[in-house]
DNA sequence: GTTATATATGAACATCTGTTCATATGTACT
DNA sequence: AGTACATATGAACAGATGTTCATATATAAC
């Protein structure tokens, strides 16, 4: 947190500031937060756990799912990984991924309740 | 959605495939999702509507909690406004921008949520 | 050992993203 | 009209991101 005691620019309102600047979490909780949903911010990656919400799958299932290379899936399940959004088992010489916990499915809820309401707003598009 | 009758590899599970296939939603769905959480993925845009959960503020004040430029700032409100995450009105000159509904900090509950439970798990970092 | 299969990984590259700087818009006041 | 202030916006540029391609593991079967 950088502590600048006064702003130049004077349409500040003072105490909202340091009353929101107390209530503001730390710089590492905001770069985790942004980690997470940025590692949900991508279509392959929203597909595949989305995917992995019906059950576990394997990478080539995966492939075959979503409609890419099993390239690009692997390196997207490595994001998901290191984030701990997903796990897997191994039986022979097949991976199988699945959701890592719940989390995921809620906020997955949480996000299509927004869109699909954005969309009924403006009714269009 | 590709129709791929037949992959060529041959580790696939059909059924599964299959069942998944029908359940994803479609592409449309699968971009406006990472298109929201994509915004979420910034710790500046995060830290700003962590802001907002507090109470409403000018770009001023937000400048001032985060500490960065005013520029910096209005491009990410606009992009917050896009997505219909921040909503503001006007009081002569200043701009009072807040959330827009309470998705987000369903969202972020979850999130933080995720977050820290990691935190919890790995036990170190 | 070798070969085949399932997946992972590194490098390369084009595209996207966030900030800065300069400039424009909108509102209030004189 | 003009000036000042709050915010928005466009261009530019560095850094991040996602895919492809080639190569490397890991397991199973021979």
């Known amino acids: 947190?950088?502590?600048l005691d006064r702003c130049e620019?004077?349409?500040?309102?003072?105490?909202?500031?340091?009353?929101v600047r107390q209530a503001l979490f730390g710089e590492d909780?905001?770069?985790?937060?942004?980690?997470?949903?940025?590692?949900?911010g991508d279509p392959t990656r929203?597909?595949?756990l989305f995917s992995?919400?019906?059950?576990?799958?394997?990478?080539?299932?995966?492939?075959a799912v979503?409609?890419?290379?099993?390239?690009?899936?692997?390196?997207q399940l490595r994001v998901l990984r290191t984030l701990r959004l997903v796990k897997f088992?191994?039986?022979?010489?097949?991976?199988?991924?699945?959701?890592?916990?719940?989390h995921i499915e809620k906020l997955f809820a949480q996000g299509l309740d927004h869109v699909t309401e954005d969309k009924a707003e403006k009714n269009e598009e």
Do not use: P, Q, W
């Not at 992995?52 to 492939?63: F, G, H, I």
């Not at 010489?93 to 916990?101: E, N, Q, T, V």
């Open 89 to 102: 088992r191994r039986e022979g010489k097949i991976l199988y991924y699945s959701l890592a916990d719940d």
């Open 66 to 75: 979503i409609g890419i290379s099993e390239s690009a899936v692997s390196h």
């Open 29 to 40: 909780v905001a770069v985790s937060l942004a980690e997470l949903f940025k590692a949900l």
């Open 52 to 63: 992995l919400m019906t059950r576990e799958l394997c990478v080539c299932d995966l492939t």
């Open 1 to 3: 947190m950088v502590e």
């Open 9 to 19: 620019i004077n349409c500040i309102h003072d105490e909202a500031v340091k009353a």
């Open 46 to 48: 929203v597909k595949i």
